[in-house]
């Protein structure tokens, strides 16, 4: 799928720059042509030299390169590149790009390009999490963008947490998936997963069960099927799939927001939120003691996210999941009819089924048909079911161009 397809791979300073040498034996394996721009610190950690070996092209470091500019300038550098991917991206170059700079060779590049610009963070999780980051982040992802990672796990400074840079398997994976013939290619598909958290006060809340997992797993394999996918994850402790956006929230209300305002340009979406049907009618500022004998909790509903979504966008084709204990086919039939959907995935839960577990199996019904699938892991049972959504959405989106012709 990476046949002759031309990858400008940026490499700013951090550890994981060491990687990128396997990450361009695994793109020219791949049969890609690499060209690989290094920002000044990066040469610190990886020699120029084991790149231009491995790429076997010669290894731009600097903007004020006489012969290479003669040979291929900057411009037409940023045009060659069918994708151009910065991996590891520093925090200081992810600022840099956010404030439109050209201070070196790769934001100049970046800046004077229109081909698509993935970003593989590696950094500190303090950093990558400082609100100067996110915002840099929020402000590249809204220009389009797109972000892997970074993977959560031991950093090089033997903390733990969000800042490992994706592993080049992953990243290959990646780029393959931008140029495939992936049954989701050229798709936005929106996912909601996880559950959510109703607060009683400050320390207290109401939640459930829900790991996040086949949500995740969903993302990652739409992501794997060539499609561009905006998550909205309740809290879980999940690792984000590569080339997917997520959007962390807590509350139902501030899920429903964040996927309502994520909505628009989107082809697909998939609801697997365990959302919290009710919260407290009111949340305490402070926390409360048990002076009481006995104490009453007020549930007020929340707004059903895929019913809205449902009817505010009934061009997107909508997927919901329906969870039951007992008459999985009636309920999950009700819930597509009554919430407008085009499908529902239904799944047994209960007594070591369903919630937190790997394996997973689905009855899957839309107008007209229904197919089972799994028992399975949840990475497979999301692969078949990604398989289904597109043959059903290419079916219900040309039935519409022949309704809308007659
Ligand atoms: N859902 C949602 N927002 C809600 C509640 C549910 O988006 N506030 C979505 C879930 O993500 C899932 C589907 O709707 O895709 C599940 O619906 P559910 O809440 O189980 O349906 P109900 O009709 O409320 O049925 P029940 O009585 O079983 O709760």
């Given at each position: 799928m990476l046949a002759n397809k031309r990858i400008l791979l940026g490499v700013t300073g951090g550890?994981?720059?060491?990687k990128c040498a396997e990450l361009v034996r695994r793109l020219i394996k791949r049969g890609a042509q690499v060209q690989v721009v290094m920002t000044d610190n990066a040469t610190r950690f990886i020699p120029a030299m084991t790149l231009a070996a491995v790429s076997g092209n010669a290894v731009r470091t600097s903007l004020w390169d006489e012969q290479a500019e003669l040979n291929m300038g900057h411009i037409e550098l940023a045009r060659w590149a069918d994708l151009i991917l910065i991996a590891p991206a520093s925090a200081d170059t992810i600022a840099r790009l956010a404030g439109g700079h050209c201070s070196d060779l790769l934001t100049t590049l970046c800046l004077a390009t229109d081909r698509p610009i993935a970003i593989a963070p590696a950094m500190n999780r303090l950093m990558w999490s400082n609100p100067a980051t996110q915002d840099n982040v929020s402000k590249l992802t809204a220009r389009g963008a797109q972000f892997i990672g970074p993977a959560v796990g031991e950093l090089a400074e033997r903390e733990t947490g969000p800042g490992r840079m994706v592993e080049p398997a992953e990243l290959e994976e990646f780029c393959a998936a931008q140029f495939g013939e992936g049954v989701l290619a050229g798709q936005h598909v929106l996912i909601t997963a996880g559950p959510t958290r109703e607060p009683i006060d400050p320390v207290r809340f109401i939640t459930n069960r829900s790991s996040g997992k086949m949500g995740f797993a969903m993302a990652a394999a739409c992501a794997d099927a060539g499609a561009k996918v905006t998550l909205v994850a309740g809290p879980v402790v999940q690792p984000t799939p590569p080339g997917v956006t997520r959007i962390d929230v807590e509350t139902a209300e501030q899920m429903h927001k964040a996927t309502l305002d994520a909505a628009?340009?989107?082809d697909v979406f998939i609801a697997t939120a365990a959302v919290a049907d009710y919260k407290p009618g009111f949340a305490a500022d402070s926390k409360i003691k048990k002076d009481a004998a006995s104490q009453q909790l007020d549930l007020i509903r929340n707004p059903d996210i895929l019913a809205d979504l449902a009817a505010k966008h009934p061009d997107i084709f909508s997927i919901g999941f329906a969870a039951e204990t007992d008459d999985l086919q009636t309920y999950a039939r009700g819930k597509m009819q009554r919430k407008k959907l085009d499908m529902i995935a239904g799944n047994w839960v209960g007594?070591?089924?369903?919630?937190?577990?790997?394996d997973n199996a689905l009855w899957v019904a839309w107008p007209g048909g229904e197919q089972e699938l799994g028992p399975a892991p949840k990475g497979v049972l999301a692969r078949d079911l990604v398989a289904l959504i597109a043959k059903r959405q290419a079916a219900a989106t040309e039935q519409a161009s022949k309704d809308n012709s007659a």
């Open positions: 550890i994981a720059a060491y628009p340009g989107c007594a070591g089924k369903g919630f937190d577990t790997d």
